[in-house]
């Protein structure tokens, strides 16, 4: 059984990965991420796994570092944030394409400039279309669930992809929370070993990282979405063992008092719980509002979205990152056009919310709902709380 | 039995794009690339092997006789040979006029 302990998340993600006994770490530290780094490098130092940690010089290095270790067979874990995951964006989509299931946890933060170290989605969005599998966690149980999932998932044979598990900087990774730690035994009877479909060895030689010319590139490039788009079906399965084994549920959307919502909003990663008592307080008052939260952004759950928006006269999607001269936020985009084809589909408002840390609180996302019950905004999408 | 370039249909990618086969890039042959290749004047050759050295291709060989020569199977007629040969052994001419 596990063990129910207080435990900073950042510290938690590392030990979640430890349950999963890694045998490679090449983590460069930044904030918010650094305790993850310290944590995974003093795991490694004491021996409570058998694995190596590379005291890499970049983010670069990092990611590179771990597709080499994951092309030899190892279960290899990264760490980033912000800036670090922009730096390995160039890694990012190579790690894909060569099919290794590495795993990395991201604090996420704000992205430069104006500089700042505080949490927003800014860093993650940019990497959306790189062929990674994209969890995002409420809370700090989740993040230790979604880490040893993510494992699962992506050694998985008929997935063969990495997993970034999002977890929002210093809101998540610095709070010291109530997590429920599960213990060896039930970790090791949820994921086997690694079999790795194919490594790096003298002895039965393989190419990997290799040329695609104009006659066979975009065949490879339809082979990795097929495989990302076929890899719900088995995270699907995936969370269906976790619900079994330890009891917690997961869903690519998770819906909080949508069944007779009038109006619903529509977040991603820790302002979930804030909104979530903002709806009660809303039904207190008699307004019929609801919740969906996405935790699964790619590949993204369309089928569900379409289910569990239906009844709902009105979605207030909050994103908290803005695609610059674009539609909006990335998420009201993708919703958006996820319900472009639906013959009945709810009025779809959109809130820029909770740039660089800047605070949402219940009160907002109130406000936020009553603005939206009106169908329509002031503008195609609001920078919500910005002065002037 | 002649072997397929490369796969007919996305289903055939193999996962990763890996390949199996070790040495497959030998079959791609480099050298449709060139548009001038490198002649030799043996008669001011000194077969100091600099041309050997500095070929990127690897496709500089060296003869019985201690002369060298280039594979135009990988050649792709880049002329550092020529470039770097300090006797002057080594002129780039066109493939076609």
Redesign the interface.
Known sequence: MGKRVGMEVAIASAEAAALCKFDVAAVYPITPQSHVAEHLSDIVNDGRVDASFITVESEHSALSAAMGASATGARVVTATSSQGLLYMHEVLPITS????PIVMLIANRAISGPINIWNDHSDIMPQRDTGWISFFADNGQEVVDMTIQAFKVAEHREV?LPVNVNMDGFQLTHMVEPIIMPDQGEVDRFLPEYVP??TLHPDR????G????P??Y???Q??KN??IVNSKKIILEVWKEWEKLFGRRYEPIQAYRTKDADVALVTMGSMGETAEIAVEELRKQGVKAGLLKIKLWRPFPFAELRKAVQGIRVLAVTDRACSFGGPGGPVFSEIRSALYEEPVRPAIVNYIIGLGGRDVQVEDFMEMVRQAARGKLSEPYVFYGVRG | MTEKKWPETWQEVNPGCMVFRPGSSREYHTGSWRAKRPLWDNAKCIKCGVCYIYCPEGCVTEDADGFFEANLDYCKGCGICAHECWPGAIKMVNEEE
Do not use: F, G, H, Q
């Open positions: 394409a060569m099919r290794l063969m479909y194919a030689p393989v190419s990997m290799t040329l695609a010319m006659e066979i975009a065949e490879a339809k082979a097929v495989a």
